[in-house]
């Protein structure tokens, strides 16, 4: 099988802002948890970040 393999620093940019967003999601989420649970909660809601944001800018734009 041919594996379709990208050559272009490009190709990995949505990786890259994934993964500062998370990590950036998880610090945030972390230091306003309340509790150990709220803590898991913030895990959980830092890997899901970009529901978040795509449901906030809908949101704003009326659709």
Avoid: D, Q, R
């Avoid at 994934?18 to 309340?34: K, V």
């Avoid at 800018?57 to 009326?62: A, D, E, I, P, S």
């Amino acid at each position: 099988m041919k594996k379709n393999i990208c050559k272009h620093p490009e190709c990995n940019m949505g990786s890259a802002i994934y993964g500062l967003g998370f990590i950036g999601a998880l610090i945030y989420y972390i230091s306003t948890a309340t509790g150990f649970w709220m803590g898991v909660l913030g895990v959980l809601k830092a890997i899901v970040w970009p529901v978040f944001l795509v449901h906030g800018l809908l949101k704003f734009l009326g659709i």
